[in-house]
């Protein structure tokens, strides 16, 4: 079965920084997009960044290009999103999300209904 699961959110104080994980198994992380959303409280769930993995690109939302930057590691499954530069409105719970990759193509996703595999998500907490 296709799993994501994440990790590394935590609390921390505005200006600082976090590294979330998301570890993907029973695929191989080459032939998917992962992409990573957010949802705060009484909000929709917001896209935030993806990576298609075997072309390399990257993707981000306005809110976030600059502070935020996204990997992946093959050899570990993993994709990783390395916040910086955090703000009280960065706080959410974080999401990632998988789905298969087209061959041929540099794109990744940016809405919900493109992902098939979904993590149950790492809370941040920015506190100003």
């Known amino acids: 079965d296709v799993r994501v699961v994440e990790s590394g959110g935590d609390l921390v104080q505005a200006g600082g920084s976090l590294r979330l994980s998301c570890a993907g198994s029973?695929?191989?992380?080459?032939?998917?997009?992962i992409g990573w959303f957010r949802q705060a409280p009484g909000k929709e769930r917001q896209w935030i960044s993806c990576?298609?993995?075997?072309?390399?690109?990257?993707y981000f939302t306005s809110s976030v290009k600059g502070r935020f930057t996204i990997s992946s590691d093959n050899a570990k499954n993993t994709v990783y999103l390395q916040m910086n530069s955090l703000k009280p409105e960065d706080t959410a719970a974080y999401f990632c999300?998988?789905?298969?990759?087209?061959?041929?193509?540099?794109?990744?996703?940016?809405?919900?209904?493109?992902?098939?595999?979904w993590g149950q998500g790492t809370q941040v907490t920015v506190s100003s």
């Open positions: 999300a998988a789905y298969y990759t087209i061959r041929g193509s540099d794109w990744c996703g940016n809405s919900p209904l493109a992902y098939d595999f």
């Open positions: 029973g695929f191989v992380l080459n032939d998917y997009n």
């Open positions: 990576i298609n993995v075997h072309a390399g690109s990257t």
